[in-house]
């Protein structure tokens, strides 16, 4: 979430910017000098240059600096603005089009001790009573499905994906949720389908898992944004 210290420091280093006249594509003083420039940390400044990245103002290129105006074509943007940017329509969105094709794979490949394990984690999310502790579980119970896959890219995805859930959007998004539902509710609608889920991948049916899976992503997208599902 942006502070009231890093929104002042957005406003100077634009006025900066126009004041010394730095033409698109220029490139701004060094970190060091910025921060004494403007009378701020160096964290506040990488905090108000990477609000101006995610809006389009500027732009970093690791090891080369920073450079005003709006990233060029053909430079890739970093991993961490592509989170930072993403709203929590986008995540769930990428979630429905990755996590069901991984939980019909788990089906496929799930041996006793894994949906022993993941059975254990629906039991646990059930007696959650913080968000904090829902939160938690259920990105255990999702990552364990993963890693039921035994391949690394599809966990790296998953996991990838997981950090968004730590952004502000998701945050605010998932706290409203939390607290319209109330804990008994939240953790036993999900429970319930998690339970669901365990048991396609133990009966090894791949297309139930998948079904099952894309059913319980949408009832929490339906949860947290009072709209109608994703396509």
Not at 74 to 86: D, K, N, S, W
Not at 187 to 214: K, P, Y
Request: net charge positive; aromatic share 4%.
């Amino acid at each position: 979430m942006t502070t009231k210290r890093t929104r002042k420091v957005v406003e100077a280093l634009r006025d900066y910017c126009a004041a010394a006249a730095i033409a698109p594509g220029g490139q701004l003083p060094p970190e060091r000098d910025l921060a004494r420039r403007l009378g701020c940390s160096r964290e506040t400044l990488r905090n108000a240059l990477a609000e101006l990245e995610l809006a389009g103002d500027l732009w970093r290129h690791v090891g080369q600096g920073t450079f005003l105006g709006p990233r060029p074509r053909g430079h890739p943007v970093r991993e961490t603005i592509l989170v930072q940017g993403a709203s929590p329509l986008q995540l769930m969105q990428a979630r429905l089009t990755l996590e069901p094709s991984v939980a019909a794979e788990a089906a496929a490949l799930a041996t006793p001790a894994e949906i022993t394990y993941l059975s254990d984690l629906v039991n646990r999310g059930r007696r959650a009573a913080t968000r904090a502790d829902c939160e938690r579980l259920d990105a255990a119970f999702h990552r364990g499905i993963a890693e039921v896959t035994g391949n690394p890219i599809l966990l790296g995805l998953l996991d990838y994906l997981a950090g968004a859930r730590r952004h502000a959007a998701w945050q605010r998004e998932w706290e409203v949720t939390y607290r319209k539902l109330g804990v008994a509710e939240f953790t036993e609608r999900h429970s319930l389908q998690h339970e669901e889920l365990v048991a396609c991948i133990q009966r090894g049916a791949a297309g139930a898992a998948a079904d099952a899976m894309r059913a319980h992503l949408q009832t929490i997208f339906a949860a947290m944004c009072g709209s109608g599902l994703p396509p």
